[in-house]
């Protein structure tokens, strides 16, 4: 009996875990209002762009490849939302080529990936690279959005944030896919195993091409939003890097172990920024932030690692 | 005696006809006689500028030979660059200010915490089993809040003079060379004449069959971490001497010239060779510095860099290389056996 309930409880060990965490950093700080509902919604919208990113990530790791480029072309698309938005004063123009050259730049990806059978890894920190010596190129500062009718896009609040809303709703619709449709099916079945696939009469490669298209498509909106609430800064999108990974690997330690999810993303992401802005609310340096952020990502994974130590056949390099 | 040089030539002579190394000295002359032509009154041709080209390629090919032996055993290390600028402030650091330390034993300092960082690095994949790439991407994040409560943000500048002699020329030619030809020769007997090498070599083309073959996988592996860890903070270190002070984040970025000159070499000759990696770096050096003298801005270099490690694998499909870096795959945390080397 115990044992069963063990078993029911295990997958949902690590969210309790990282709730309870959470309160009690609440309670005994209890002078900060870390949980109080104006600094919740601030939270999640700081979190908007990072989270969808994590989520066209969370896309890519569930077929069984991986992405880097999305670090480089982060900022290389804000910087291209910015320009584009205050030359044309638009922002459907703007949204529109965003989404476009992500669009392209991760069908290349994936079709060297897939037709080419090259390794995800490298081609995607090629992009990476290249991507940063682009924006190097046309920009280095900081550039904001002068047009007011844009800059709202962030800014509107429907009870929550405009973005906020839309983030949820993009959650929900990709939980959905994920995990009732025929297509999250054959996704998942593709990361799994690639044989299993293959005999199922799944077409792997389109699976693969999709996945990073979903990618591009929520990297350009997550481009978009930060474009507007914050401007284009120079080379953001490397700090973005540790959390947008942190989250994945910390997500796929729940609800699901050992897999990658888009709920256990999704709560992944919100506690890194919640111990993000608390150390923020109680002015630690920011160095301390960044040594956080690295000791979490690796207490997450090698968390995992250890909870399936029986399964691991090998040292994984 | 005599025996042993006809052996040397002999290898020298089967280096040179090999189909990897024709293609590969092909393409220098054919980047050579592009820039002579492009570059007016034949200005790429000096001594001066030939000199230039071989001195600027020393500290990537450094970097370049603590990647590759790491990419040998089929790891992978983002946090290099970090590294190295860790240890380039500690040695200015201590050489400078209150403490003023001599050259040697804050080099010897600096380089003990990248091999320090190293075996963390090194102890995290090999005995937990959590992939490289996460934990060198911690470990950048690590690093970054370290360094900066070592220096708070300032740069630090080095006035020791007996330091910067590690940068200076004599006989025309800069003690940068003269390090990298010592370094390459080190790192050719430990991989490619040594039992180490062979071993790391063997797990990096399979990691189950080398531990069914009684090779000890945990600490050969750490010990390439170390290794590459070591020769990117020296790099580091000759990085500091030459340009006389040191930034918080001014190494970081020699991350992409480890990456692209160390799957460049690891993808043409199939495997890790020393002599390939100095090749390369020149290579690469080599446009670099045609781009610059053509008056092409040099953000545009770390493109090409970026363009050059794309088509590096192009080149290995084209030549049919099978190599640990053309099917690697760092992203799995959950898949043993199958994540590589088994298609």
């Given at each position: 009996m115990h044992n069963k309930f063990y078993k029911y409880l295990r997958p949902y060990g690590m969210p309790i875990g990282l709730v309870v965490l959470i309160l009690l950093l609440q309670a005994i700080f209890y002078q900060v209002p870390l949980l109080s509902p104006l600094n919740i919604k601030h939270i999640l919208l700081e979190s908007?762009?990072?989270?969808?990113?994590?989520?066209?990530?969370?896309?890519?790791?569930?077929?069984?490849?991986?992405?880097?480029?999305?670090?480089?072309?982060?900022?290389?698309?804000?910087?291209?939302?910015?320009?584009?938005?205050?030359?044309?004063?638009?922002?459907?123009?703007?949204?529109?080529?965003?989404?476009?050259?992500?669009l392209f730049v991760n069908l290349s990806i994936s079709a060297l990936i897939t037709k080419l059978k090259f390794s995800s890894f490298i081609v995607s920190i090629a992009v990476m690279f290249m991507a940063n010596g682009i924006e190097k190129a046309f920009h280095q500062q900081t550039t904001l959005i002068n047009n007011p009718a844009i800059v709202s896009f962030s800014t509107v609040e429907f009870g929550l944030p405009l973005i906020v809303w839309i983030l949820l709703v993009v959650?929900?619709?990709?939980?959905?896919?994920?995990?009732?449709t025929k297509f999250g099916f054959s996704l998942r079945i593709v990361g799994e195993n690639k044989n299993a696939a293959i005999e199922a009469g799944i077409n792997s490669n389109g699976m693969k091409i999709s996945a990073y298209l979903i990618a591009g498509l929520l990297l350009a909106l997550a481009s978009s939003v930060e474009s507007t609430r914050v401007g284009a800064i120079y080379e953001q999108g490397k700090f973005y890097m540790l959390p947008v990974f942190a989250a994945c690997y910390l997500g796929s330690s729940m609800f699901n172990p050992g897999r990658?999810?888009?709920?256990?993303?999704?709560?992944?992401?919100?506690?890194?920024?919640?111990?993000?802005?608390?150390?923020?609310?109680?002015?630690?340096?920011?160095?301390?932030?960044?040594?956080?952020?690295?000791?979490?990502?690796?207490?997450?994974?090698?968390?995992?690692?250890?909870?399936?130590?029986?399964?691991?056949?090998?040292?994984?390099? | 005696m005599n025996n042993k040089t006809g052996s040397i030539i002999k290898n020298l002579q089967?280096?040179?006809?090999?189909?990897?190394?024709?293609?590969?000295?092909?393409?220098?002359?054919?980047?050579?006689?592009?820039?002579?032509?492009?570059?007016?009154?034949?200005?790429?041709?000096?001594?001066?500028?030939?000199?230039?080209?071989?001195?600027?390629?020393?500290?990537?090919?450094?970097?370049?030979?603590?990647?590759?032996?790491?990419?040998?055993?089929?790891?992978?290390?983002?946090?290099?660059g970090h590294i190295a600028s860790m240890v380039a402030l500690i040695v200015a650091y201590l050489m400078s200010g209150g403490i003023r330390l001599d050259p040697v034993s804050a080099t010897l300092i600096g380089l003990l915490a990248a091999a320090g960082v190293g075996a963390v690095s090194g102890l995290l994949v090999s005995r937990m089993g959590i992939s490289s790439f996460i934990v060198t991407l911690g470990m950048q994040f690590l690093i970054i809040g370290v360094r900066?409560?070592?220096?708070?943000?300032?740069?630090?500048?080095?006035?020791?003079?007996?330091?910067?002699?590690?940068?200076?020329?004599?006989?025309?030619?800069?003690?940068?060379?003269?390090?990298?030809?010592?370094?390459?020769?080190?790192?050719f007997l430990l991989m490619e004449k040594n039992i180490f090498g062979r071993k790391v070599q063997f797990i990096g083309s399979n990691i189950e069959a080398s531990r069914f073959m009684g090779i000890d996988v945990k600490n050969i592996t750490m010990l390439t971490f170390v290794l590459g860890a070591v020769l990117a903070g020296f790099g580091g270190v000759l990085f500091a001497a030459r340009a006389g002070a040191v930034q918080i984040n001014?190494?970081?970025?020699?991350?992409?010239?480890?990456?692209?000159?160390?799957?460049?070499?690891?993808?043409?000759?199939?495997?890790?060779?020393?002599?390939?990696?100095?090749?390369?770096?020149?290579?690469?050096?080599?446009?670099?510095?045609?781009?610059?003298?053509?008056?092409?801005r040099t953000e545009w270099i770390d493109f090409m860099k970026g363009f050059i490690l794309l088509f590096s694998i192009?080149?290995?499909?084209?030549?049919?290389?099978?190599?640990?870096?053309?099917?690697?795959?760092?992203?799995?945390?959950?898949?043993?056996?199958?994540?590589y080397g088994h298609e």
């Open positions: 908007v762009s990072i989270a969808l990113a994590a989520l066209g990530l969370s896309f890519i790791m569930m077929s069984g490849e991986g992405d880097l480029s999305f670090a480089g072309m982060f900022s290389l698309l804000t910087v291209i939302f910015a320009t584009v938005a205050n030359i044309t004063n638009n922002f459907l123009v703007a949204y529109i080529s965003v989404t476009a050259l992500a959650y929900v619709v990709c939980y959905l896919l994920i995990n009732k990658i999810n888009v709920f256990g993303t999704f709560v992944g992401l919100l506690f890194l920024a919640t111990i993000e802005k608390f150390m923020n609310m109680i002015n630690v340096e920011s160095y301390l932030v960044a040594i956080v952020q690295g000791v979490i990502l690796i207490v997450a994974v090698g968390l995992v690692a250890f909870k399936n130590r029986e399964k691991i056949v090998q040292i994984k390099l | 089967a280096l040179i006809k090999s189909p990897q190394m024709r293609i590969f000295l092909i393409l220098i002359v054919a980047v050579f006689l592009m820039f002579t032509f492009l570059i007016p009154d034949f200005n790429y041709l000096k001594i001066q500028n030939l000199n230039n080209i071989l001195t600027d390629s020393v500290i990537p090919a450094v970097f370049a030979f603590g990647m590759g032996i790491i990419i040998a055993g089929s790891g992978f290390d983002l946090s290099l900066q409560i070592i220096t708070k943000g300032q740069s630090v500048y080095i006035s020791n003079e007996t330091f910067k002699w590690l940068a200076t020329s004599a006989f025309g030619v800069s003690n940068l060379v003269i390090i990298l030809i010592i370094i390459s020769v080190f790192c001014s190494v970081d970025s020699k991350l992409l010239d480890a990456i692209t000159i160390a799957v460049f070499s690891n993808v043409i000759f199939g495997k890790y060779q020393s002599s390939g990696i100095v090749l390369v770096a020149i290579l690469i050096s080599m446009i670099g510095t045609g781009m610059s003298m053509m008056g092409i192009f080149l290995a499909k084209f030549m049919n290389q099978n190599t640990s870096i053309t099917r690697i795959s760092l992203f799995n945390t959950q898949k043993g056996a199958e994540s």
